[in-house]
Nanobody, 133 residues
């Protein structure tokens, strides 16, 4: 049972990248999923979240990435993606995904505001995104 984040790499400022969060051993469609990032010397912060409802889920975004990043899920591939466009140097970080069972039920309508410490389910190992200016 694990999550694996992949797809990171080196990209120029203004470019695009798509990172993937693949689950094995459990059905990711039944879990809310969040993408987080941690820059060197900084705390891990949440970026984008997708709910477990319906076939596609509802996406939520932090202000810093709203309009540039898009979260989506492909249940057939047991995968959640984060499409990142208009990348900036300040987006450079290690990107992590997490899947948390029951977080929507525990925290209600604002479940996506739960800090990283409350995501105690599954975490991917992280994938490095480097944006060159």
């Amino acid at each position: 049972v694990q999550l694996q984040a992949s797809g990171g790499g080196l990209v120029q400022s203004g470019g695009s990248l798509r990172v993937a969060c693949v689950a094995s051993g459990f059905d990711l469609e039944h879990y809310a999923v969040g993408w987080f990032r941690q820059a060197p010397g900084k705390e891990r912060k949440g970026l984008s979240y997708i709910s477990s409802d319906s076939d596609t889920g509802t996406g939520y975004y932090e202000d810093s990435v709203k309009g540039r990043f898009t979260i989506s899920r492909d249940n057939a591939k047991n995968t959640v993606y984060l499409q990142m466009n208009g990348l900036k140097s300040e987006d450079t970080a290690v990107y992590y995904c997490a899947a948390e069972p029951g977080i929507e039920r525990r925290y209600g309508r604002t479940w996506y505001k739960a800090p990283p410490a409350l995501w105690v389910g599954y975490w991917g190992q992280g994938t490095l995104v480097t944006v060159s200016s």
